[in-house]
């Protein structure tokens, strides 16, 4: 028993290693734009597509909700919406690093979840990962509540980009 807490200490403080110490791949250039006018979220591709005027400008890899497979129906199902929404805020002092809010529940997520008696939930982001773990380490899997969350350095590179009122298409 003691070996085997021993080989998984070992392994975990490999990994922790790796994470502070690897070599970060840089972020993909950026086309010169100054604005993105849409999002999309490919939630089973685990990809988030930033596009102007139809041009990609650029493509991160995504954590989502910790049950990511199908539409948010409810408070704490750790689902992420499906639909397009806007950016309808931006929060510099979040929990993760940096925040922007999509207008997630719309009327008809409103309207379904009065139906079924529960709380629609809402505060869906897109954000880093928490301040807590700091800028070293990009935390693995599907972690979220729900909401979409990139490394903090491809989050600074949304963070300029999106505006106010940028779509944000997310689906299956």
């Known amino acids: 028993m003691r070996r085997l807490l021993a080989l998984a200490l070992l392994a975990t403080l ?4 790796w994470q502070a110490l690897a070599p970060r ?3 993909p250039p950026v086309a010169a734009v100054e604005q ?3 999002i999309l979220i490919e939630k089973s591709a685990r990809r988030l597509t930033a596009s102007r005027g139809g041009e990609t400008v650029l493509e991160f890899p ?3 909700g910790f049950q990511p497979i199908g539409d948010k129906q409810h408070e704490g199902d750790g689902k992420t919406p499906e639909g397009i929404f806007r950016i309808d805020r931006r929060n510099p002092a979040s929990a993760y690093h940096l925040s922007l809010g999509i207008d997630y529940p719309r009327a008809e997520d409103r309207a379904r979840a ?3 008696g529960v709380s629609p939930g809402g505060d869906i982001f897109i954000h880093g990962q928490p301040n807590a773990v700091g800028s070293l380490i990009t935390l693995p899997g599907d972690w ?3 909401c979409i969350a990139v490394s903090n350095e491809q989050m600074e590179i949304l ?3 999106a505006a106010i009122g940028t779509e944000v298409e997310i689906h299956p």
């Open 14 to 17: 490999a990994w922790v290693a």
């Open 25 to 27: 791949p840089l972020p």
């Open 36 to 38: 993105i006018d849409r």
């Open 62 to 64: 995504i954590a989502l």
């Open 114 to 116: 009065r139906a079924a």
């Open 144 to 146: 979220t509540a729900g």
């Open 159 to 161: 963070w300029r980009l």
